[in-house]
């Protein structure tokens, strides 16, 4: 691997770090996070209570107001009644008297209700600030007791935050920014390590999502610089340090052991894309493999016949073409997986 992919590892490493130093502190803060929701819901309907009350206060308020005045008016017109000159206006004041205590007794009964209502809600509102009161106390009470560990991972993820930084500033911009694109969409795993399935095959997998990848994969990631993407997961590989080039390549000795159906034409030692590509349908006839991996070159080949398409995924391949390296990016990296 060439000095980029070696800062891409970096980089990767000092961001899945940073990102597990973030997930322990949002787990450690989760609890307390969901007793201040609660505490801020609580709050929310003691408000909307608030209102409510103050609206039913302002309205038995003026009933009051406009039966004190009905009160008044009717003993105004028992005053009159008393000094009526003749039965005739006594009997008419004695009408108006009580057609103003019918009208005045229907305030009257809105009034009580509305203080009834009062009461209810002052009930409620009694009950819901004294659970308000007890959930705050139980966030603050959490809160104290995570105080030193939240600071402690705070304090840890202050400490990672420049080593990322560092090493992401060390990433040649086009492969930093299909970095930090694979890992938003895989949660920051945006590399996958190859494994060697078989000791005693010379097979890779993509140890994210176990796709079979073609043979030359580690030869090309062990001799260049450039980005070689997972043609199923899209992830950007690297060959982990415990995987070193006489663990992983074969001798010649030990291939021709292996049984084989097809003459070993153009099979092996691929040194450009140009040949990768010519080796793709002989490889797979020669290596018998399994048919997920035929599929996955046909995919591949599909692919290719595709690149032209401008989904946002398909910019990878052209930013591994843009690398100093002459050969094209075909083989490993076909279009984005259908979503
Ligand atoms: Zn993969």
């Known amino acids: 691997m060439g000095p980029t992919n070696f800062a891409l590892v970096k980089l990767f490493k000092a961001d899945m770090k940073l990102r597990e130093a973030q997930g322990r502190l949002d787990a450690t803060t989760k609890n307390v996070r969901i007793q201040d929701r609660r505490v801020r819901d609580l709050n929310d309907r003691i408000a909307a209570l608030q209102k409510q009350l103050k609206e039913q206060q302002s309205h038995a308020g003026t009933l009051d107001v406009d039966l004190k005045s009905r009160d008044a008016h009717i003993e105004k017109l028992r005053t009159q009644q008393q000094q009526a000159k003749n039965n005739k206006e006594y009997q008419a004041f004695l009408v108006e008297i009580s057609t103003g205590k019918v009208d005045r007794n229907k305030v009257e009964e809105e009034a009580i209700k509305v203080l009834e209502g009062i009461e209810k809600l002052q009930a409620e509102l009694k009950d819901l600030q004294a659970q308000q009161q007890a959930e705050a106390a139980k966030a603050a009470a959490m809160k104290e007791q995570i105080t030193g560990q939240t600071a402690a991972l705070q304090a840890e993820i202050d400490a990672i935050k420049p080593e ?164 094209a990016s075909g083989a490993e990296e076909p279009a984005p997986p259908q979503q």
């Open 164 to 327: 990322r930084e560092q090493a992401s500033q060390a990433v040649p911009r086009q492969a930093r920014e299909a970095f930090d694109r694979l890992a938003d969409r895989f949660d920051g795993e945006a590399m996958s390590p190859l494994i060697k399935p078989d000791k005693r095959r010379e097979e890779y997998s993509c140890s994210a999502c176990m796709m079979d990848l073609v043979r030359d994969v580690y030869n090309k990631l062990h001799t260049r610089d450039e980005l070689v993407f997972c043609p199923s997961c899209r992830r950007i590989l690297y060959i982990p340090e415990d995987l070193p080039v006489e663990a992983a390549v074969h001798k010649v000795k030990e291939r021709k052991e292996r049984p084989q159906k097809a003459p070993p034409a153009g099979t092996n030692r691929q040194t450009s894309a140009v040949d990768v590509l010519r080796s793709v349908t002989p490889e797979r006839d020669d290596d018998n493999e399994p048919t997920d991996v035929a599929s996955a070159q046909a995919r591949e080949a599909a692919a290719a016949a595709t690149a032209s398409d401008n989904q946002s995924a398909a910019s990878e391949p052209s930013e591994s073409s843009a690398q100093p390296q002459e050969q």
